[in-house]
Nanobody, 123 residues
């Protein structure tokens, strides 16, 4: 079983910055991709940014140029540096990890979500 835990959310003024962290732990053989998603009240969960084990990244158009995703493969950790934050960035941010886990039967794929961390951008 693989667990994912986010940290770093909070309240910030418009134009400010926050850095989110996400760590995956458990019976991990390899992680293919880790990403950040967000869900605002009354809206569907949407992709913010994703990074593969090889370092390829993909961003939502709404955050390009403002957010940067990075990862530490050895620590199974991903970061999201958020700059120039806007009120419309307010949401619960969720981390997702996908890869292969180890169990008594061998290797099996997993996709694990964290519980989310609240980001509020307001003056």
């Amino acid at each position: 079983q693989v667990q994912v835990v986010e940290s770093g959310g909070g309240l910030v003024q418009p134009g400010g910055s926050l850095r989110l962290s996400c760590a995956a732990s458990g019976s991990i053989f390899s992680i293919n991709a880790m990403g950040w998603y967000r869900q605002a009240p009354g809206k569907q969960r949407e992709l913010v940014a994703v990074i593969t084990s090889g370092g390829s990244t993909n961003y939502a158009d709404s955050v390009k140029g403002r957010f940067t995703i990075s990862r530490d493969n050895a620590k199974h950790t991903v970061y999201l540096q958020m700059n120039s934050l806007k009120p419309e960035d307010t949401a619960v941010y969720y981390c997702n990890a996908q890869g292969l886990g180890k169990d008594a039967l061998g290797l099996s794929s997993f996709g694990s979500w964290g519980q989310g961390t609240q980001v509020t951008v307001s003056s």
